[in-house]
């Protein structure tokens, strides 16, 4: 069974006792045939795990995805969803008695008593988990059978005492129900449940890949630094739990607490999680049962750490008593990139680490404390870099689905979304650029994976939010805003709010990159009359802009600001006739002013990731990238950073050290150096575009798109640039062969000549035509793998 309809669910939503931290549920019934398939379909409020004759139905964790699951804000006129998922069960189910067992969590739907609001942490949508379940079974012979929740399941309490997304997880092992899932099992003293109210939010079938474990981690050193107390590293933050291994007494207590940084004397140095009001404790306390060797992992927390400290072991613990779980929607990597600078490619390894952390079935805040919502802004400064690591057309699609379904009356986007965080918050209720997030996002989608259904489906609410700017704008521009969050100070330090830019520059850029994604839209899906309206208006807030910011004189936008500057020429803004002028003050501004450094929050570092190879100034985002003094990722990994920090310095508190929105740098180290680019949506065009910059002697990357593998492979030397790559069938590729600033070259594949005294010879298939300029020949090529060898020729 696929999707369901509202009329075909007969199962009823069921709770228990209002003080059970997580309830288990059980039903033993009978199946009197062979059976030919059988699929479960659930929806646990927050979380669930499923059990079917004692065995676990699948490998998913947190399962369901969050969503705004129940509208409770008058002055919203909101959709609200809750996500249900469907398993093929057949293999678990046998003739004769079966059971079925459910295990819920808080998640982010209800909460332990001891839980803040938001902005602490979140506002619960219940008091307490509830659940609906509906398993259909059909036999061989085309006959069905049908179980729901409903009175009938027993309830009870169970070894979880308490769990809570952000705080951690008690378990009472002496609490365990052995076989509690299975037939036979005596639950006379379990309470029949209890009917529940459903959630308002209308159920949704789960659409994107579900949170899992991806990966088990070992640890790479252990500390002692006080009796009783042990620190384990994991060499590297992650988001996720661990495993424990144990023996002891009855009652012993061992407690794991979790972080991302140590003091200097090998303590664990939780600050970050303990900054008011985002305070996460990090805690699990797994309670022995006495019985042999036992295992604990947590089942509804998640932590962002690389170190754990245990204390009340009994005994000393070793390096096999303890593993790491990397807990993330398992959205498949699609990309890999390395080169010959050994920071380029530790900078990769953090960025992407901080990425990863973050896709908890909608894109996850400071993992390391409990502002775990997922903040409109952030994600979309680093929209392509994630896309270039990770296929995330439908987690990206499902976190539209949310913004679409948050959207105000007026044509407002939330500031965070799913909207966890509820009350008052009009301080945050104009954020524009963070709330652009709704069309930066159904833009790349449509770019990365070419699937116009996106700009069809939200097409009306994308309309509706310029709307509401364009009302909210004053002779085409938009006032205040957050902007450059983020920006790095004279002082070593960076500033929450931009002090080299103001916010209306940033906010009326977006504005217009807003409008003409609109304009765009309408044009691909046959909306004539829009398109040249917002067309029109395009025209007009970029007029507006230039008026407003642009120095006549100087060609400096705004303050003169790196931001200023590069945010102007990211979105095309800049007058045909200045653009030199503004990428020199531009470069200027970064090389001479700033000694090679970036002066960009979270705006203007992907800004300057957009624009500076774009204007041939690729060697000056190389040098950027390659600082190893403050501000700049280098400096974060000299000092021992293994993920991408909130800030640019290092700060105990109150910043996340797992953050992704300074990660403005991968689409630089795929698209430019390694020089993998779409050319039209999908990568059914494709552009081959390497940039051999700086000291980089190779680089490589591939990349799995909808439209097939790309590869890309230089080297270079004194005497030739090498390059191999990957052209997927159906698709047409322009590869761009640097001329490495010789005055004549010939390029050859193996041993013949493919490019000789300025033309093209006719040896060589697969290449439909070339073209000359000043920095490159470029080849049309179609689908294949090519190694074209590029050499200089003496002039004669």
């Known amino acids: 069974m696929g999707k369901l309809a509202a009329t075909d669910w007969q199962a009823k939503w069921i709770r228990a006792d209002d003080d059970i931290s997580s309830p288990s549920f059980r039903k033993q019934f009978k199946i009197g045939r062979s059976i030919a398939r059988a699929t479960a379909t659930i929806c646990g409020l927050g979380y669930y795990e499923l059990f079917l004759n004692g065995g676990k139905v699948g490998d998913q964790v947190l399962d369901p995805g969050t969503t705004y699951y129940n509208h409770d804000q008058e002055q919203y006129d909101l959709r609200a969803r809750a996500l249900y998922a469907t398993h093929d069960v057949t293999d678990y189910l046998r003739t004769g008695q079966n059971a079925v067992g459910v295990m819920l969590g808080n998640g982010c739907y209800s909460a332990e008593d001891d ?121 590297r933050n992650i988001s996720g739990w661990c495993r424990l291994r144990v023996r002891g007494e009855a009652g012993a207590e061992v407690t794991l607490r979790h972080a991302t940084w140590l003091h200097k004397d090998k303590t664990l140095d939780n600050r970050g999680s303990y900054s008011p009001p985002h305070i996460a404790r990090q805690e699990d306390t797994y309670i022995l049962k006495g019985d042999g060797e036992e295992f604990f992992e947590p089942r ?22 303890l593993s790491g779980k990397f807990v993330r929607t398992s959205a498949p990597e699609v990309g890999t990139f390395t080169c010959s600078n050994d920071l380029i490619n530790t900078i990769h390894d953090n960025v992407r680490r901080s990425f990863a952390c973050c896709l908890q079935s909608m894109p996850q805040d400071a993992i390391d404390r409990s502002e775990r919502v997922a903040w409109m802004g952030d994600p979309g400064m680093v929209a392509e870099d994630i896309m270039y690591n990770f296929d995330t057309g439908s987690f990206w699609g499902k976190w539209v689905d949310d913004m679409r379904d948050s959207q105000r009356k007026n044509g407002e986007m939330p500031f965070v979304c799913p909207i966890h965080w509820r009350g008052d918050f009009s301080s945050y209720s104009w954020l524009p650029v963070w709330q652009s997030n709704f069309p930066i996002f159904i833009w790349y989608v449509y770019q990365f994976y070419g699937d116009e259904r996106i700009l069809a489906e939200n097409y009306e609410e994308l309309k509706r939010f310029v709307e509401f700017l364009r009302e909210n704008s004053e002779e085409d521009i938009l006032h205040g805003g957050l902007g450059d969050h983020m920006e790095p ?18 906010s009326t850029a977006y504005y217009f990159f807003d409008v003409t994604v609109l304009a765009t839209a309408a044009k691909i899906l046959g909306k004539t009359a829009d398109a040249d309206r917002y067309g029109e208006l395009a025209e007009q807030i970029a007029t507006a802009f230039n008026r407003e910011f642009l120095d006549q004189e100087t060609n400096q936008y705004s303050t003169g600001s790196q931001t200023s500057n590069a945010i102007a020429l990211q979105f095309g803004l800049v007058p045909e006739d200045r653009i030199s002028a503004v990428v020199e003050n531009l470069v200027r501004e970064i090389v001479e002013n700033h000694d090679g ?115 890309s492979h230089w080297e270079r030397d004194d005497e030739s640039f ?16 640097p001329k490495m600033g010789w005055p004549r070259i010939r390029i050859s594949s193996g041993a013949e000549d493919v490019w000789r005294d300025g033309e093209l010879t006719d040896r060589f298939n697969g290449i439909a035509s070339a073209d000359e300029n000043d920095q490159s020949v470029v080849l049309k090529v179609g689908s294949g793998t090519y190694h074209f060898y590029v050499f200089p020729v003496e002039t004669p």
């Open 300 to 321: 509804f927390t998640l932590h962002g750490f690389q170190y754990v400290e245990v204390t009340g072991y009994p005994g000393i613990p070793t390096f096999e008593d």
């Open 597 to 711: 450094h970036l002066s960009t929050g979270i705006v203007g570092t992907n800004a300057l990731e957009q624009a500076l190879p774009a204007h041939g100034q690729s060697d000056v985002m190389y040098g950027i990238s390659t600082k190893t003094t403050f501000p700049s990722w280098g400096n974060q990994a000299m000092q021992g950073a293994t993920s991408l920090w909130e800030t640019w310095e290092l700060n105990p508190t109150p910043y996340s050290k797992n953050m992704k929105m300074l990660g403005s740098c991968e689409e630089f180290f795929y698209h430019d150096l390694a020089g993998i680019g779409a050319a039209s949506p999908g990568f059914r065009e494709i552009i081959i575009r390497p940039q051999p910059v700086g000291d980089l002697t190779w680089a490589q990357a591939k990349l799995e798109t909808v439209s097939g593998d790309i590869g």
């Open 489 to 506: 100070q004279p002082g070593g330090y960076s500033a929450g709010a931009p002090r080299n830019t103001p916010a209306t520059v940033t």
């Open 722 to 737: 090498k390059l191999i790559t990957t052209i997927p069938v159906n698709t047409t590729a322009y590869v761009h062969l």
């Open 115 to 235: 839980v803040d609001p938001s902005p602490g942490h979140r506002t619960p949508y219940s008091d307490r988990p509830r659940m609906i379940l509906q398993l259909d079974i059909e036999y061989s012979d085309g006959q069905k059978l049908r179980i729901v929740t409903d009175e009938s399941f027993k309830t009870s309490s169970g070894p979880i005492t308490y769990n809570d997304y952000s705080h951690g997880e008690i378990y009472d092992a002496r609490l365990e129900r052995l076989g509690w899932a299975s037939v036979g099992y005596k639950d006379s003293s379990w309470s029949a449940a209890q009917l529940a109210d459903a959630p308002n939010g209308q159920l949704r079938s789960q659409m994107l890949p579900p949170i899992r474990v991806v990966e088990t981690i070992r640890p790479v050193g252990m500390h002692n630094p006080a009796p009783g107390v042990f620190i384990y590293d994991l060499g």
